[in-house]
């Protein structure tokens, strides 16, 4: 299944080492990262890729990113990409 | 490819302009349930229903936390309970809505319904005990939904109904009078109701459907809105474009939600519901997207163009999104659910007869109004014969969910609560009698197809 991973929150040193490290962890392969600063705001926009068959489940992720998010003030969000694609493709 | 930009706005879309599926609605028929024994068919209701939704629930969590779209509720429909009970010999079928009520409250769904009769042409024995049995039914149970059709356009208007109908309503008012006549708003009385609906309170299982089935409805008067606050100088042309282009991708969602939940419970996908469902929450509003137009107050002359322009183009940008499209399909227009209707009817610019108007151009019709509790049987008879007749000449849904509340009077408020949100009591202005129009029952025939002007 393909992620997308959204983080916004405030910049600081490390953040996109952390999230990485998440995904690396649990066998989640990058695609592609958009990340940008505004206003001293970190944006990122991730996608990825995990294993349908694999040990981790979205829910056991989304539950990880979370907490990791939260103890660096972040808020980090993963869902599958199909809800993207029925929003902007036909 | 997405782009960050893409995934930026469907978030935008949810968090901020409060996009959800309002609904995931399983249908469930009941007619193999059928024995005379009340208690068996008790008993074989709540077996069938609590078997078949057992994962419905958990199915619907699991589907909004795997793409991050709220799924505000998971509900059960049911087969009309006097075509499913018809052969209980019995005089009360208030048995049977607390078996739904427990059945419902076991798998977890916050409403069931189909506490219904379907009476257009005329009563069976079962359908006049299910009339009877509504007002206890609905003060002796939480989550239960009723409604009777009691019109159509093939049929006519059941007039005996429409007769019983205002006086059920009252009963249900004075059972429930502790809970601000709560009972009403669990009540809609239909003319062309349709079997496909997952909305509550009118949901239930069409005679004509499947065993089992998903209904999914879609939601999003603040997407919309904010979409039309980007066209803010253009012409009518421009607003119909952008609200289909908006109710497109509101309705993807829904359909891959309905998709999904099909696939995961192993239940057929019956189809989307295309209607713009609005919350007392702000930022959800249909009244909102009126006056995003460029009217003052909904309510002012021009409302009904407006509704009738967006409900139009709901539909036509809904149905590209979906493989099947039904239930009640346009924007709803419930006072008490709606945070700018309230505040339209608290400063004088909507009325119930403006309301009326609006009905004829959208779905469904008076929806969630509060009225003073002294209002007689016979005026809300009339009311519902009014909003039957524009269903029945119009070919469309229409229906009436009125409240009228013991001991509140035009200046009082009253809270239901929750989605159903708090209403001002709404002033019947025409304060002369219906009562002896009301009084000669029969059958209003059913209307001339041609010659429509």
Known sequence: MKLVVTIVGKDRVGIIAMVSNVLAENQVNILNINQNIMDGFFNMVMIAEMSDTGKMKLPELQKILKEKGAEMGLDIKAQNQEIFNVTHNI | ?453
Do not use: W
């Not at chain 2, 003319?191 to 509550?200: K, T, V, Y």
């Not at chain 2, 009077?409 to 009253?414: A, L, N, P, S, Y």
């Open chain 2, 1 to 453: 490819m997405i782009t960050a930009e893409d995934v930026l706005e469907t978030n935008r879309m949810i968090t901020e302009n409060k996009l959800d599926v309002r609904t995931i609605t399983m249908g469930i028929s009941l007619r193999d349930c059928a024995h005379p024994n009340i208690e068996k068919f008790c008993d074989n209701v709540y077996d069938k229903i609590t078997k078949s939704a057992e994962f419905l629930v958990k199915t619907g969590e699991d589907i909004e936390a795997q793409y991050g779209i709220p799924i505000i509720h998971k509900r059960i429909s049911v087969t009309p309970i006097a075509i499913a009970a018809d052969a209980c010999k019995t005089d009360s079928f208030v048995p049977v809505a607390e078996a739904l009520d427990r059945a419902g409250k076991e798998v977890g769904v916050n409403f069931i319904g189909g506490f219904s009769a379907l009476v257009e042409k005329g009563f069976t024995h079962g359908d006049r005990v299910l009339i009877e049995s509504i007002p206890q039914a609905l003060a002796t149970t939480d989550i239960v939904c009723s409604s009777v059709n009691l019109g159509s356009t093939k049929a006519g208007i059941n007039m005996d109904c429409v007769k019983r109908m205002g006086e059920i309503v009252k009963r249900t008012a004075e059972l429930t009078r502790d809970q601000q006549a709560l009972g009403c708003a669990k009540l809609v009385i239909f003319c062309n109701a349709p079997g496909d609906n997952p909305f509550m309170a009118g949901a239930f299982h069409g005679v004509s459907e499947g065993d089992r089935v998903i209904n999914v409805g879609v939601s999003g008067p603040g997407v919309v809105k904010h979409a039309l606050e980007g066209v803010k100088n253009g012409d009518f042309t421009e607003v119909a474009e952008t609200i289909k282009k908006t109710a497109f991708k509101i309705t993807r969602v829904g359909q891959l939600v309905a998709r999904e939940a099909s696939r995961r419970l192993g239940v057929p996908f019956g189809i989307i519901d295309l209607s713009l469902a609005p919350t007392p929450a702000v930022g959800d509003s249909v009244a909102r997207i009126l006056e995003e137009m460029g009217l003052e107050a909904c309510g002012a002359p021009g409302t009904t163009a407006a509704l009738a322009l967006l409900n139009d183009a709901v539909k036509k940008g809904g149905l590209m999104a979906s493989s099947h499209v039904g239930g009640l399909s346009g924007a709803f227009i419930p006072v008490s659910e709606d945070e700018g209707m309230i505040n339209a009817v608290e400063q004088g610019s909507l009325s119930i007869e403006k309301l009326e108007a609006m009905t004829c151009v959208c779905s469904v019709g008076l929806d969630m109004i509060a009225v003073e509790g002294d209002t007689s049987a016979a005026t809300i008879s009339g009311i519902i014969a009014d909003e039957a007749a524009i269903g029945m000449i119009n070919n469309k849904t229409t229906a009436v969910r009125v409240i009228p509340v013991p001991g509140k009077k035009v200046g009082d408020r009253v809270e239901f609560g929750g989605l159903l949100g708090y209403c001002p009591i709404v002033p019947v202005r025409n304060q002369y009698s219906s009562e002896a129009f009301i009084a000669r029952g029969g059958r209003i025939p059913a209307p001339i197809r041609s010659l429509t002007n």
